[in-house]
Structure formats: C-alpha cells, structure tokens
C-alpha cells in the first residue's frame, strides 16, 4: 500500500510538471496560460453578447413602439447598441440622399441598403474580437503538447540508454511526463472548439436578427419615398 501511494504521489500532476526538463515544462507553462485565456475569452464575450442580444430586443421592440422617427432618433439614436448604429446609419444616408430632389429613388434604396449592411459589418466585426484566438488555440493547442510528448519521449529514452535499463519503473515516469503535455494540450484545445463553434454560431443568429431589424427599417424608409 505504501508502494502504491508513492507511486501515485510520482504521478500526481504536479510531480509530472516539477520532474519534466525545461522545454516541457515551457510547453505546460504556455498551455496553461492558453488555456486561462480562452476560458477568459469565453466568459467575457458569452456574457457580453447575451447582455447585447437582451439589449437589442428591447431597443427593437421600443422603436417600433415610437410614434416619431427623429424624435427616437434625437432620443436614442446614439446608443452603444447595434441596432442604433443601423439606425443612424442608415437614417444619416437618409438624410443626406433626400435633401434636396430626388432624382432616382433606387439609388436611394441601394445606398441606405449598404450604409445598414457596413453598419451591421462594423458591429459583427467589434463584436468576434478576439474568437479567433479560440480557434488559433483549439488547432495549435494539440500540436503544441503533442511537441511536449515527443520531446519528453525522446528524452526518456536518452535516459534508458543511458542507464542500461529499460523497466517499466525506470520507463514510466519519463513517459508519463512526456505523455501530460499532450493532456495539457488538449485540455485547452477541446474548450476553445467547442465555445468558438457556439458562439460563432451565436452571432449568426444575432447577424440574422440584426438583418431583420435593418429590412424592416428600410422597407420603412422605402415607403416614406414613395410618397416624395
């Protein structure tokens, strides 16, 4: 019993880290940084963008409550919010393209289409800020720690010749470091997988919703022009 304990007191994953060489445990060191940061990542933007989509359904339901269009506008127009950032866009084209005589009410259409269209680019971009480092991390991540396990081995068995012995006893512990760099690396590839493939998903839908809101405004605006 006292055997067994000793051995797993070797093969505690801290043992693992202390006993591995230099270039190992840099390995460990960096996918333990990584993998902090993409939880970090994970946490800060689903919060964030389900406080945004909570925002932006409210903002949408008051403005297609309000009586007046400028008077929103000149009220909450200048909101931190997506959906104000269509609006204004696509309300300052508006203006701009319907100042004086409006000599081709298409163009007028096509130009408030792509000012709405940048708007929702803009935000969509401020909004995946940093998702790509999810995917660097989950398609680096394995071969980093897979770098670790090869090094180890590699070491490990400089070792075994060295020594003119080749037990299991004299083998495993040299294995087993090697083989927790790739665990590490995995464990911070595996998160940043999964959350970059939901929340990229996440934004799709919310790309949707905002496309909706920027459709209905312009058949709003469209209407408005025909009557000019």
Do not use: C
């Not at 000149?74 to 909101?79: A, L, N, Q, T, V």
């Not at 100042?99 to 096509?110: I, P, S, Y």
């Not at 000012?115 to 935000?123: F, L, N």
């Amino acid at each position: 019993m006292t055997e067994l304990t000793a051995t797993g007191d070797l093969m505690s994953p801290m043992n693992l880290f202390l006993q591995a060489d230099i270039v190992v445990k840099a390995v460990m060191i960096g996918l333990l940084a990584a993998s902090i940061w993409t939880w970090a990542i994970i946490f800060t933007h689903s919060s964030r963008l389900t406080a945004i989509r909570r925002k932006t359904k409210s903002y949408i339901a008051d403005f297609w409550k309000a009586d007046d269009i400028d008077a929103f506008y000149d009220r909450r127009g200048k909101d931190k919010l997506p959906p104000a950032a269509i609006l204004s866009a696509a309300l300052d084209e508006w203006r701009r393209s319907t100042r004086g005589t409006v000599a081709d009410k298409a163009a007028v259409r096509e130009r408030i289409a792509m000012a709405s269209d940048g708007a929702i680019a803009g935000e969509l971009d401020r909004l995946s800020d940093r998702l790509n480092i999810l995917a660097t991390v989950g398609s680096v991540a394995p071969f980093v720690g897979l770098f670790g396990t090869v090094w180890g081995i590699m070491r490990s068995f400089t070792a075994i010749a060295g020594a003119n012995n080749t037990s299991l006893a004299v083998v495993a512990p040299g294995i087993a470091e090697a083989l927790f760099a790739t665990a590490i690396g995995l464990f911070a590839a595996i998160p940043a997988v999964i959350a970059y493939n939901r929340l990229t998903h996440r934004l799709d839908l919310y790309e949707a919703e905002l496309g909706r809101f920027a459709d209905k405004f312009q058949a709003t605006l469209s209407r408005e022009l025909d009557r000019t």
